[in-house]
T-cell receptor
Framework: QKEVEQNSGPLSVPEGAIASLNCTYSDRGSQSFFWYRQYSGKSPELIMFIYSNGDKEDGRFTAQLNKASQYVSLLIRDSQPSDSATYLCAVNRSGGSYIPTFGRGTSLIVHP | GAVVSQHPSWVICKSGTSVKIECRSLDFQATTMFWYRQFPKQSLMLMATSNEGSKATYEQGVEKDKFLINHASLTLSTLTVTSAHPEDSSFYIC???????????FGPGTRLTVT
């Protein structure tokens, strides 16, 4: 069983700080990596995807991928209370699959 | 955008009855849709992959005769929970794959309560 591991948290950061969310995966052949945000009682929404080693920036969000270490992270700059949610890491199965494996998610709390 | 709708958003049914949940991609065609279940404080659990015009592929441990999936068109997949029991009460979420980078777009979810 291929796994995606995330620290369940909660991760608590003050407003305006950088929140760093981490994810490791076991399927070395995985090619596509995603971050989703899920507010309590709601369905997930896509924040970012990344498939090349290095950083990818989109507004206040930066995804970082290191395939050698099987590690993907999400940085949220200038964190806002509205960023408080559970962040799910998803990794597509190897072999060019479009079927994802989700981590359990990290709960982020941004306090004023 | 990539909009996915689900209907109903919540449903209460009696034990032993069947419930159908619809998932529609509103502004794109989806050859593949996914069905998930999520219990409180738990992560998403993939139940099955729904392919247009063919049989769904179920994940290990998911009863295909209990969770009937039909993907009759490129914009509609349905999940029918047959002979529902209280332990089937959960948040059911569908998603559609939009290709290129295989990112998924989720419907708003259906909260099922079986009494």
């Amino acid at each position: 069983q291929k796994e995606v591991e995330q620290n369940s948290g909660p991760l608590s950061v003050p407003e305006g700080a950088i929140a760093s969310l981490n994810c490791t995966y076991s399927d070395r052949g995985s090619q596509s990596f995603f971050w989703y945000r899920q507010y309590s009682g709601k369905s997930p929404e896509l924040i970012m995807f990344i498939y090349s080693n290095g950083d990818k920036e989109d507004g206040r969000f930066t995804a970082q991928l290191n395939k050698a270490s099987q590690y993907v992270s999400l940085l949220i700059r200038d964190s806002q209370p509205s960023d408080s949610a559970t962040y799910l890491c998803a990794v597509n199965r190897s072999g060019g699959s479009y079927i994802p494996t989700f981590g359990r998610g990290t709960s982020l709390i941004v306090h004023p | 955008g990539a909009v996915v709708s689900q209907h109903p958003s919540w449903v209460i049914c009696k034990s032993g009855t069947s419930v159908k949940i619809e998932c529609r991609s509103l502004d794109f065609q989806a050859t593949t849709m996914f069905w998930y279940r999520q219990f409180p404080k738990q992560s998403l659990m993939l139940m099955a992959t729904s392919n247009e015009g063919s049989k769904a592929t179920y994940e290990q441990g998911v009863e295909k005769d209990k969770f009937l999936i039909n993907h009759a068109s490129l914009t509609l997949s349905t999940l029918t929970v047959t002979s529902a029991h209280p332990e089937d009460s959960s948040f059911y979420i569908c998603s559609a794959n939009r290709g290129l980078n295989y990112e998924q777009y989720f419907g708003p979810g259906t909260r099922l309560t079986v009494t």
